[in-house]
């Protein structure tokens, strides 16, 4: 059991690697830790739950530029429930593997320039349905929902 969590731990942490280099994040405002050896749980905008897999990753207003469309390894955060990327300068098309986390719960990537589309988020099978806030996507992005 522990040899597969730890798999899934590595998993996590070369998807975010994938972000922070398709984004350009030796340019981010803060990057406190990302390039480090350091766990997960300690990098900046990134929640971590008890057994150190992904549940939440806020880098709103950090910078972040280029495209998360050429990140294809968003599907392997399957674990995550709050992806915040809001007032950034990433452009392009939104990578289809967002629609596919099927954990999320709340989804920002208002003041974009993103075009495309999420997919389709479902509903939980406990009840949770995602809050995506994809109405001010619609205002100031080419989203298409």
């Keep these: 059991m522990y040899v597969q969590s730890r798999v899934n ?3 996590d942490r070369m998807a975010l690697m994938d972000l922070y280099e398709c984004t350009l994040g030796v340019r981010w405002h803060n ?3 990302w390039t480090s050896e350091r766990s997960s749980r300690h990098w ?5 739950d008890v057994a150190g897999r992904v549940r939440g990753l806020d880098l709103s207003g950090n910078l972040l ?17 709050s992806l915040c990327l809001e007032s950034n300068g990433i452009q ?22 993103l075009e495309g589309e999420i ?6 099978a406990d009840g949770r349905h ?6 001010t996507c619609r205002q100031y992005s080419s989203l298409v929902v």
């Design 119 to 124: 997919g389709r988020l479902e509903s939980h």
């Design 9 to 11: 731990v590595m998993s």
């Design 92 to 113: 392009g098309p939104i990578p289809s593997s967002i629609g596919t986390l099927t954990s999320l719960l709340e989804l920002n990537l208002s003041w974009n320039q």
């Design 65 to 81: 530029q280029g495209s998360i469309h050429d990140c294809k390894s968003f599907g392997r955060l399957t674990h995550l429930e």
């Design 130 to 135: 995602p809050n995506a806030a994809l109405s």
């Design 31 to 33: 990057s406190l830790h």
């Design 44 to 48: 900046f905008g990134v929640t971590v």
